[in-house]
């Protein structure tokens, strides 16, 4: 079984932050349940995610976004995403 370091590495995760993972794993988790899609309302009710304040929560999701993890659907304000292709 591989070792969470080992798969961090894998998945190119070792820079990130405690909520970066956390929020991104949540994205993951959600988008396997809604069709590919993330709501932030979801998000931010999320197990993983419920208790980051709010601007460390949208502060991760401009990373991921940033660094092709995951991409922004719809208009500015939406609130709806996705992984990206190499996170799938």
Do not use: C, F, W
């Not at 079984?1 to 959600?30: F, G, P």
């Not at 709501?39 to 980051?52: Q, R």
């Amino acid at each position: 079984m591989m070792a969470l370091h080992e798969l961090e590495q894998e998945l190119n995760l070792t820079e990130h932050s405690q909520n970066e993972k956390l929020v991104l794993a949540s994205i993951i988790l959600l988008t396997e349940k809604n069709d590919g899609i993330a709501n932030i309302d979801l998000i931010k009710t999320h197990e993983l995610t419920g208790n980051i304040p709010l601007p460390s929560l949208y502060r991760a999701l401009n990373i991921l976004i940033e660094q092709k993890k995951i991409y922004h659907i719809g208009r500015e304000r939406s609130g709806v995403y996705a992984l990206a292709e190499s996170e799938k």
